[in-house]
């Protein structure tokens, strides 16, 4: 064996990757004068020790458990889904028209007609993609990333000239029916006593995002489609002399992947906002890729991950507030962790591995 042991490479490979992320990130907050364990604790009080923050950090997990998955499906039929970021938008296209122009009597149905319409909405606009990889041979990160410039100019278009209320400047729709508004935890999880998560966005969209990670453990390892769409990804070759059609998983594959960058906007659109609004995503469906990395392309992973971004989005919002410390840079330290943990996540993987090739050798 030329390996490290799957555990490792699963437990150990991210979090070396985030302690040197964190020690980089220590020096920069050094560098301007800031106090790196003061602003740690801010972190973790604004985001962990309330309830309030856990809802902001559940809400923004909700996002990148779904843009995650997506990336994940893609990555397991290896394929670099770059588009999330255009397939939730147009999935909040898709929750829109059904919560604008269907009445719904209630928000349980109307969620279900908002997920079906999210789902298909993406799906749809990474079609195109899929099929010009499959049939064509254009690559699907050229093709996705273009697809997400087209579908902000087409959300655009719509808001501005079609859905947008008479009289409003907003590019925005108009305000959805109050029958289609999702419960929040504060209505969920709120006693007569004790008003728990006041005034967070998180809703019961996160529910869905975690029946989402079962069903992607499922389809991915418990299903005829998953051992193909996994046996396509190890080796194209192999997967055609099986009899397993590259076309098929090509386009099915990414149809899932796009279904699921769909449905974040069950959670921005259906959920928080309660209308359709430009630039609702706020960089999701990239995030999605780094959190996909860091979690193995494994939905448990991905949901780990998404958490720990979760943190990072709402202590970074808890530092710009209570510090001196510049929104800029909490964009930078939130590149940092990404950077570490993806792009450089072979960095941290090749001397471990090397380490346990040495110890496995001493040992024989």
Not at 96 to 107: K, Q
Not at 195 to 202: D, E, H, I, K, W
Request: charged letters at 10%; proline letters at 4%.
């Amino acid at each position: 064996m030329d390996r490290m042991p799957a555990w490792a490479d699963a437990i150990l490979v991210p979090l070396i990757s985030l302690f040197l992320a964190a020690i980089l990130s220590a020096l920069v907050i050094l560098a301007i004068g800031e106090s790196p364990s003061q602003a740690f604790w801010l972190m973790v009080d604004g985001a962990l020790m309330r309830s309030s923050g856990w809802g902001y950090t559940l809400y923004y997990a909700t996002n990148f458990i779904f843009t995650g998955l997506a990336v994940a499906v893609a990555f397991h039929a290896r394929m670099f889904n770059i588009g999330g970021e255009g397939q939730a938008m147009i999935g909040g296209l898709g929750v829109a028209l059904v919560c604008l122009f269907i009445p719904w009597p209630h928000w349980s149905i109307a969620l279900i007609g908002a997920t079906l319409a999210a789902g298909l909405f993406g799906a749809a606009w990474a079609l195109i993609p899929a099929y010009l990889q499959a049939k064509r041979g254009s690559h699907i990160v050229i093709t996705t990333i273009m697809f997400n410039f087209i579908a902000a100019a087409v959300l655009n278009y719509v808001l501005v000239n079609l859905l947008r209320p008479a009289g409003a400047m907003d590019p925005a729709t108009a305000k959805f029916p109050e029958a289609t508004h999702l419960p929040t935890f504060q209505q969920m999880f709120s006693t007569a006593e004790t008003a728990l998560f006041r005034g967070s966005p998180a809703n019961v969209s996160f529910f869905i995002a975690l029946a989402a990670c079962l069903a992607v453990w499922v389809l991915i390892w418990r299903t005829r489609l998953g051992y193909e769409i996994r046996a396509f990804g190890n080796s194209e070759t192999a997967a055609r002399y099986a009899g397993i059609s590259p076309v098929r998983i090509t386009v099915v594959a990414m149809l899932i992947s796009g279904g699921l960058a769909g449905l974040m906007a069950l959670n921005t659109t259906m959920g928080e906002a309660e209308r359709l609004v430009m630039n609702a995503t706020e960089g999701a469906g990239f995030i999605g890729i780094a959190v996909a990395l860091m979690g193995r392309s494994h939905p448990l992973g991905v949901l780990l991950a998404a958490i720990l971004f979760g943190f990072l989005y709402q202590g970074g919002a808890e530092l710009a507030l209570w510090t001196d410390i510049p929104r800029e840079l909490i964009v930078v330290i939130q590149a940092l962790v990404i950077l570490f943990t993806g792009a450089l996540d072979n960095m941290v993987r090749m001397p471990l591995q090397k380490l346990f090739m040495a110890l496995r050798r001493k040992g024989a």
